[in-house]
C-alpha cells in the first residue's frame, strides 16, 4: 500500500488544518492508522494511532484534546484534525500504517509515505 499526505501549510497560532492521507494499491480497513511527525533537527515523534472499526485510539501527549484523527473506510483515507496549533507542531507529519490491528509499541509503524509540511508561525 502507497500512502500520501495532503494539506500542510503556514498557518499563524491558534489556526486548525486538516491533513488527509489517501492510499493507494491496498485496502487500510483492517489495519492500525496513524500519523508521526518530524520537526527540524529532532526526532520522530508519535501523534496518533487507530485501530480497526476506531478501536485503539492513541494520541501522543502534546497533542492530546487538540488533535482528532478519523478515517474514512469508503475513500481509504485518513485524517488528523489539528486545532488550536501551537509553533511547536511544527514539522513534517507523516501518515502511517501498521501491517496488523494494533497500533504500534513506540509507533514503530511500517508503512508510510511522504510527509507534508505543516509550519506554525506568526
Known amino acids: 500500500v502507497q500512502l500520501q499526505a495532503s494539506g500542510g501549510g503556514l498557518v499563524q497560532p491558534g489556526s486548525s488544518l486538516r491533513l488527509s492521507c489517501l492510499a493507494s494499491?491496498?485496502?487500510?480497513?483492517?489495519?492500525?492508522v496513524g500519523w508521526f511527525r518530524q520537526a527540524p533537527g529532532k526526532g520522530r515523534e508519535g501523534v496518533s494511532c487507530?485501530?480497526?472499526?476506531?478501536?485503539?485510539?492513541l494520541y501522543g501527549l502534546s497533542v492530546q484534546g487538540r488533535f482528532t484523527i478519523s478515517r474514512d473506510y469508503a475513500k481509504n483515507t485518513v485524517y488528523l484534525q489539528m486545532n488550536n496549533l501551537k509553533p511547536e507542531d511544527t514539522a513534517v507529519y507523516y501518515c502511517?500504517?501498521?501491517?496488523?490491528?494494533?497500533?504500534?509499541?513506540?509507533?514503530?509503524?511500517?508503512?508510510w509515505g511522504q510527509g507534508t509540511l505543516v509550519t506554525v508561525s506568526s
Open positions: 487507530m485501530g480497526p472499526s476506531d478501536r485503539s485510539l
Open positions: 494499491g491496498g485496502s487500510l480497513d483492517h489495519r492500525a
Open positions: 502511517a500504517a501498521a501491517l496488523t490491528d494494533t497500533c504500534p509499541v513506540r509507533w514503530d509503524f511500517n508503512v
